[in-house]
């Protein structure tokens, strides 16, 4: 059945079936290094002949984490794969009894099945078989726990994470904004999701004036002509919470009129990693279906490009909320983009029950610059009060998707202020992000007053929750925005925080 046994541990001394702890001993007995990396053992003992002991390395650090696990498991699977495996059977041994290893099993999973992932263009090109030969992948869960309810979590995680790789990691052509709103709509085919896409240009213009203008340019060409996709999902009995979710799906930026020069374009087909993420979530609600929490998305399916009907530096564009919008930076797209969203999102938030809005988004680069290979989270007022930056900090330790916890601050509303009374925010500086002091955060005090948002802090009359989510930093494994691998953060801990 299995034709292969990947063994995932910190050392090889610790607690292993006899028959593994025989051949690892063997092995390190004539090699200083067995365990400190990937290795393989042939073997007539083990199914197909094959043990592979992955090593994670140290845990008892202070700054350790799960993801020595993910990390460990995602090489061994490979080497399993490389080898010539197809059903793979992964053993997790040696987890520290400390709380931040409490989902080693869990976390490892997923990490086995992300590396496992290929391009969606890949898939398509030299066929799914050829590219992912894995069929299977096991898990040896230990005693006491419910091996059939930690996979089916399991599943429903990476079957959202794999949507939201595909949908982040796909050139631009094969995932314009077009091609993304038909991608969700055959996700979510079957599905308790329902599916709506705006893609009437009139009524774009008319309802989602800031984003149509980033889409201005690209309106000549047919096929890059933007979409505003709609998610609902509502799961079973009272409604208890309400979700509402802007995604950024921009599925390519030339940075616009303010171009993308020297050479820092590369990439950026990756500016919808927002969206995907969001719709990576609503595929795992789809399958875990928890009851009780209503959910609503909006993503901006745009193509920012540039050309003689680029919207440009010093316009004032009228909002969805009524905001006067002075674009001070065309390459500053994304928020443009989402405010609308935020504004439509607001309106139902407003008369829901228990609402929670958030904006999700590979907004800066500050934020990698900031924080690096981590998500940020920022509250206002009210999202503070309900501690939801702070708590998705908690879970996304727990569970390998981690966040940084970043502050809304006075300042970030005076950098943003209008200069006359002619306007009443400005979008953005003339500087990138990463030369801008609070670069990440004074973006989110520009949502706010943007998408109406401003009036529903602690001191509205309907005080709204609002949690900002830049994955500038996180999208992509190692910071390669080009030919790196789409992390499909910040599913898992979103997921895990909310259902």
């Not at 059903?87 to 709380?99: D, M, S, T």
């Not at 609600?285 to 959910?295: D, V």
């Given at each position: 059945?299995?034709?292969?046994?990947?063994?995932?541990?910190?050392?090889?001394?610790?607690?292993?079936?006899?028959?593994?702890?025989?051949?690892?001993?063997?092995?390190?007995?004539?090699?200083?290094?067995?365990?400190?990396?990937?290795?393989?053992?042939?073997?007539?003992?083990?199914?197909?002949?094959?043990?592979?002991?992955?090593?994670?390395?140290?845990?008892?650090?202070?700054?350790?984490?799960?993801?020595?696990?993910?990390?460990?498991?995602?090489?061994?699977?490979?080497?399993?794969?490389?080898?010539?495996?197809?059903?793979?059977?992964?053993?997790?041994?040696?987890?520290?009894?400390?709380?931040?290893?409490?989902?080693?099993?869990?976390?490892?999973?997923?990490?086995?099945?992300?590396?496992?992932?290929?391009?969606?263009?890949?898939?398509?090109?030299?066929?799914?078989?050829?590219?992912?030969?894995?069929?299977?992948?096991?898990?040896?869960?230990?005693?006491?726990?419910?091996?059939?309810?930690?996979?089916?979590?399991?599943?429903?995680?990476?079957?959202?994470?794999?949507?939201?790789?595909?949908?982040?990691?796909?050139?631009?052509?094969?995932?314009?904004?077009?091609?993304?709103?038909?991608?969700?709509?055959?996700?979510?085919?079957?599905?308790?999701?329902?599916?709506?896409?705006?893609?009437?240009?009139?009524?774009?213009?008319?309802?989602?004036?800031?984003?149509?203008?980033?889409?201005?340019?690209?309106?000549p060409?047919?096929?890059?002509?933007?979409?505003?996709?709609?998610?609902?999902?509502?799961?079973?009995?009272?409604?208890?919470?309400?979700?509402?979710?802007?995604?950024?799906?921009?599925?390519?930026?030339?940075?616009?009129?303010?171009?993308?020069?020297?050479?820092?374009?590369?990439?950026?087909?990756?500016?919808?990693?927002?969206?995907?993420?969001?719709?990576?979530?609503?595929?795992?609600?789809?399958?875990?279906?928890?009851?009780?929490?209503?959910?609503?998305?909006?993503?901006?399916?745009?193509?920012?490009?540039?050309?003689?009907?680029?919207?440009?530096?010093?316009?004032?564009?009228?909002?969805?909320?009524?905001?006067?919008?002075?674009i001070?930076?065309?390459?500053?797209?994304?928020?443009?983009?989402?405010?609308?969203l935020?504004?439509?999102?607001?309106?139902?938030?407003?008369?829901?029950?228990?609402?929670?809005?958030?904006?999700?988004?590979?907004?800066?680069?500050?934020?990698?610059?900031?924080?690096?290979?981590?998500?940020?989270?920022?509250?206002?007022?009210?999202?503070?009060?309900?501690?939801?930056?702070?708590?998705?900090?908690?879970?996304?330790d727990?569970?390998?998707?981690?966040?940084?916890?970043?502050?809304?601050?006075?300042?970030d509303?005076?950098?943003?202020?209008?200069?006359?009374?002619a306007?009443?925010?400005?979008?953005?500086?003339?500087?990138?992000?990463?030369?801008?002091?609070?670069?990440?955060?004074?973006?989110?005090?520009?949502?706010?007053?943007?998408?109406?948002?401003?009036r529903?802090?602690?001191?509205?009359?309907?005080?709204?929750?609002?949690?900002?989510?830049?994955?500038g930093?996180?999208?992509?494994v190692?910071?390669?925005?080009?030919?790196?691998?789409?992390?499909?953060?910040?599913?898992?801990?979103?997921?895990?925080?909310?259902f």
């Amino acid at each position: 059945m299995y034709d292969a046994v990947v063994v995932v541990a910190p050392s090889v001394e610790v607690s292993l079936p006899p028959a593994i702890k025989d051949l690892v001993h063997q092995a390190a007995a004539v090699d200083r290094r067995f365990g400190q990396g990937v290795s393989l053992l042939v073997t007539e003992r083990m199914a197909g002949g094959r043990l592979i002991f992955s090593g994670t390395g140290l845990l008892d650090g202070d700054t350790d984490d799960v993801r020595s696990f993910a990390e460990a498991a995602g090489r061994g699977v490979m080497r399993a794969r490389d080898a010539g495996a197809r059903r793979p059977v992964i053993l997790i041994a040696g987890v520290p009894e400390r709380a931040r290893y409490a989902h080693a099993h869990e976390v490892g999973a997923l990490g086995a099945l992300g590396a496992l992932w290929e391009p969606l263009e890949a898939r398509e090109a030299l066929g799914e078989q050829a590219v992912e030969p894995i069929e299977s992948v096991a898990l040896v869960v230990p005693d006491g726990i419910d091996g059939a309810t930690l996979c089916a979590r399991v599943e429903a995680l990476e079957a959202a994470r794999r949507v939201a790789r595909d949908i982040c990691g796909t050139e631009p052509e094969r995932m314009s904004p077009i091609q993304m709103a038909t991608y969700c709509e055959k996700v979510f085919a079957g599905t308790c999701v329902r599916v709506d896409v705006l893609k009437v240009t009139s009524q774009l213009m008319k309802h989602y004036p800031l984003l149509m203008a980033v889409a201005r340019a690209s309106l000549p060409v047919r096929r890059h002509h933007p979409r505003v996709v709609r998610l609902v999902y509502q799961g079973d009995g009272p409604v208890r919470r309400s979700f509402f979710f802007a995604g950024k799906g921009l599925s390519y930026d030339t940075g616009g009129a303010d171009v993308k020069a020297g050479g820092h374009m590369a990439g950026m087909s990756r500016d919808k990693g927002g969206a995907a993420a969001v719709a990576g979530l609503f595929l795992a609600a789809a399958h875990l279906k928890p009851p009780g929490i209503r959910m609503v998305a909006e993503l901006g399916c745009v193509r920012n490009s540039i050309g003689a009907e680029s919207f440009v530096t010093d316009e004032i564009i009228r909002s969805h909320s009524g905001c006067r919008v002075r674009i001070g930076n065309t390459d500053a797209e994304g928020r443009l983009v989402m405010a609308d969203l935020l504004s439509h999102l607001r309106l139902q938030a407003s008369k829901s029950t228990n609402p929670h809005v958030f904006s999700v988004a590979t907004l800066t680069g500050h934020a990698g610059r900031a924080v690096g290979p981590y998500s940020i989270a920022m509250d206002n007022g009210p999202a503070m009060d309900g501690g939801m930056a702070r708590s998705l900090e908690q879970v996304g330790d727990l569970w390998g998707d981690p966040f940084a916890v970043s502050r809304l601050r006075r300042e970030d509303f005076l950098f943003v202020r209008p200069r006359t009374r002619a306007d009443d925010v400005l979008s953005c500086n003339s500087a990138p992000s990463t030369q801008t002091p609070r670069g990440h955060q004074f973006p989110m005090a520009f949502l706010a007053v943007a998408s109406g948002l401003v009036r529903h802090g602690r001191a509205g009359g309907v005080p709204i929750p609002y949690t900002h989510l830049d994955i500038g930093g996180s999208g992509v494994v190692g910071g390669d925005w080009q030919h790196g691998r789409p992390s499909g953060a910040p599913v898992v801990a979103l997921a895990q925080q909310l259902f």
